[in-house]
């Protein structure tokens, strides 16, 4: 009796990306196709093509390619109108799989994010110490727009967001407004920063976030809702006062709640690590 055993499949699909070239530059918003070919040498079960961060996470769809026999030929359309994309190093990405095997090509590309453009300009002023008025300086001429039952401590703009962040001190809370409808998108209570609710900074920082520090409190950003998406600690005994936020460091000084003194801290933003 002979026994005949099948081969076992060791060869991953061979794919090709013939475009985009590497090391080409587009100005979001744009039309980026995708083209080239997937292959194996007995079957394809499944061909994909997509955009990826320099993180290798989609920020596009992952898009089907029709498979025929062994073979797929990839020509795909991607629209990028995305204004939330920062400039840099992403992919375009094509993989197929065998069913057992994972073959891919990847064509590292850079996107040139929107550029800023000034759109309005907006003043806030403090009638009392209860009631904040947020104006509209239309041809010259301020337009009252809202008016907050909160007092102030200080407002940015957070581009990316298209919105408008106001930030109270006491009796105020974190407000963000959308800048083309005037409307309250969400509004966060300043009594979850610290059980002393002072603000010390409001900023709006890198990746679509609006920092807001706090006496006595952390660090917190703020991304599209009301919830902060990220947050620092201080040192013990200190408390932030003011902060640079860059995409990998939060460079901070920091004030002794005991003692005249302040450091400056770096922490690594995707750490718990920190110098001083």
């Known amino acids: 009796m002979v026994w005949a055993a099948k081969k076992k499949d060791?060869?991953?699909?061979?794919v090709e990306i013939t475009s985009p070239k590497k090391g080409s530059s587009f100005q979001i918003p744009t039309e980026l196709i995708?083209?080239?070919?997937?292959?194996?040498?007995?079957?394809?079960e499944k061909v994909t093509a997509a955009i990826l961060d320099e993180n290798f996470?989609?920020?596009t769809l992952i898009k089907p390619i029709t498979v025929i026999d062994n073979r797929a030929e990839v020509n795909i359309l991607f629209d990028l109108d995305d204004i939330q994309l920062n400039s840099g190093k992403y992919y375009a990405k094509i993989g197929a799989s065998d069913g057992t095997n994972i073959g891919s090509d990847f064509a590292q590309i850079s996107l040139i994010e929107v550029p800023r453009t000034l759109d309005a300009l907006y003043t806030?002023?403090?009638p009392t110490s209860t009631e904040t008025r947020l104006y509209k300086i239309d041809q010259n001429k301020p337009e009252l727009i809202r008016t907050l039952n909160s007092d102030y401590f200080?407002?940015?703009?957070?581009?990316?967001?298209?919105?408008?962040?106001?930030?109270?001190?006491?009796t105020g809370g974190l407000f963000?407004?959308?800048a083309k409808e005037l409307i309250t998108q969400w509004e966060t209570p300043i009594s979850i920063f610290t059980t002393e609710p002072y603000c010390t900074d409001i900023y709006e920082g890198p990746n679509g976030l609006t920092y807001v520090s706090a006496t006595k409190g952390n660090l917190y950003g703020y991304g599209q809702f009301g919830s902060p998406s990220v947050s620092f600690s201080p040192i013990k005994n200190y408390q932030f006062a003011k902060s640079c936020i860059t995409d990998k460091y939060v460079i901070s000084s920091q004030q002794s709640n005991a003692i005249s003194e302040s450091r400056i801290v770096v922490n690594f933003k995707n750490s718990i690590s920190s110098r001083e």
């Open 10 to 14: 060791s060869k991953p699909p061979k």
């Open 124 to 126: 806030v002023t403090t």
């Open 34 to 44: 995708i083209k080239g070919s997937a292959q194996d040498e007995t079957k394809l």
């Open 154 to 170: 200080g407002a940015c703009a957070n581009s990316r967001m298209q919105s408008i962040r106001i930030a109270g001190m006491k």
């Open 57 to 59: 996470n989609p920020i």
């Open 176 to 178: 963000s407004l959308s």
